[in-house]
T-cell receptor, first 111, second 117 residues
Framework: RKEVEQDPGPFNVPEGATVAFNCTYSNSASQSFFWYRQDCRKEPKLLMSVYSSGNEDGRFTAQLNRASQYISLLIRDSKLSDSATYLCVVLPNTGGFKTIFGAGTRLFVKA | GAVVSQHPSWVICKSGTSVKIECRSLDFQATTMFWYRQFPKQSLMLMATSNEGSKATYEQGVEKDKFLINHASLTLSTLTVTSAHPEDSSFYIC?????????????FGPGTRLTVT
């Protein structure tokens, strides 16, 4: 079992749609969680950190379920510019800085 | 936010030559940096963890004698691809973690696109 698993997609959605991405992690002691966005031929960029209480940033909502070891990202009112690969990232509780990346979920938003 | 730079942004080299890629943390000190490789339409693959003042830690399957890492200062790590071959052509990205303000964030460089002919 991979340490961080994501549905690779691709997700093809029309503009304005709501889309949800899921991610599961295997290390129950993991301490921090993030969603990154990566555009084609570019470096990953932090989209949002994920907090236990859930957090929202505009059209984006991230949630963490520690009991189920599950993280989600919800995008509302999808825009063409949301087309990218979304990476689920977990920082294990190993005392170091090495994060574990999911393979990413590709999203295509179409007009 | 913190900035990580990489140089060069792209490079073309001939098979058998070596290429050095620099990764710099511009406004913070990074005792640890990470080097990733990404092939087209594939996910990021961690190659190694660069540790300031000590040897790098390589991931399983990554040849340490082929991918030389040096982290001589708190703001600079270098990756040298030795005796490059066409199969080494890839997108190489570095990152540096920061705990500024008590919260963890990993900052990525813009990447270096290597083409070996």
């Amino acid at each position: 079992r991979k340490e961080v698993e994501q549905d690779p997609g691709p997700f093809n959605v029309p503009e304005g749609a709501t889309v949800a991405f899921n991610c599961t992690y295997s290390n129950s002691a993991s301490q921090s969680f993030f969603w990154y966005r990566q555009d084609c031929r570019k470096e990953p960029k932090l989209l949002m950190s994920v907090y236990s209480s859930g957090n929202e940033d505009g059209r984006f909502t991230a949630q963490l379920n520690r009991a189920s070891q599950y993280i989600s990202l919800l995008i509302r009112d999808s825009k063409l510019s949301d087309s990218a690969t979304y990476l689920c990232v977990v920082l294990p509780n190993t005392g170091g800085f090495k994060t574990i990346f999911g393979a990413g979920t590709r999203l295509f938003v179409k007009a | 936010g913190a900035v990580v730079s990489q140089h060069p942004s792209w490079v073309i080299c001939k098979s058998g030559t070596s290429v050095k890629i620099e990764c710099r943390s511009l406004d913070f000190q990074a005792t640890t940096m990470f080097w990733y490789r990404q092939f087209p339409k594939q996910s990021l693959m961690l190659m190694a963890t660069s540790n300031e003042g000590s040897k790098a830690t390589y991931e399983q399957g990554v040849e340490k004698d082929k991918f030389l890492i040096n982290h001589a200062s708190l703001t600079l790590s270098t990756l040298t691809v030795t005796s490059a071959h066409p199969e080494d052509s890839s997108f190489y990205i570095c990152s540096a973690p920061s705990l500024a303000g008590g919260s963890y964030e990993q900052y990525f460089g813009p990447g270096t696109r290597l083409t070996v002919t």
